[in-house]
């Protein structure tokens, strides 16, 4: 299975490569999201080690279930041949309606056919007023063009 962005990245592909990877997470299909990784792809996500489609599609389901309304943010932070970092922001809230913005970093590196094969994840948790919330568009549909991004808060 080949992925449509190869390595090695330029600035433009691994731009795309972040956007694509964040429209397909804010689609929070775990089905979609898990043929964007290699069969054994590993993952650490905060304290979680998983390695797997079967793994990464549960552990995205069981997220999902406890993240309600979420809406994530993606950038470029660096690349090289096979190697993509990034920095996030997702807006969620519980099942009492408490919001909370997870910020965090990601390491993640490529297969020759572009699958991603590691990912690294670390997240911090800080509780926010529905008010203080910065991501506001529908859920159905990827983050508008135009809409507010990490740099500009």
Do not use: C
Not at 12 to 37: C, F, G, H, P, T
């Amino acid at each position: 299975m080949t992925h449509p962005i190869l390595p090695p990245f330029d600035e433009q592909s691994a731009l795309l490569k972040v956007r694509l990877a964040e429209d397909a997470w804010n689609s929070r299909d775990s089905e979609r999201i898990a043929l964007a990784y290699s069969p054994d792809s590993r993952w650490r996500n905060r304290s979680e080690f998983l390695q797997g489609h079967a793994a990464i599609r549960q552990f995205l389901k069981h997220k999902w279930s406890r993240e309600l309304e979420y809406r994530l943010v993606k950038e470029l932070w660096a690349f090289g041949d096979s190697k993509i970092a990034v920095r996030f922001q997702y807006e969620w809230h519980d099942s009492a309606g408490h919001w909370i913005r997870s910020y965090g970093n990601e390491n993640w590196e490529f297969d020759k056919n572009g699958l991603m094969s590691w990912r690294q994840a670390s997240i911090n948790d800080i509780p926010i007023l529905e008010r203080e919330r910065r991501f506001h568009w529908d859920l159905s549909a990827p983050r508008p063009a135009d809409h507010l991004g990490l740099l500009d808060d």
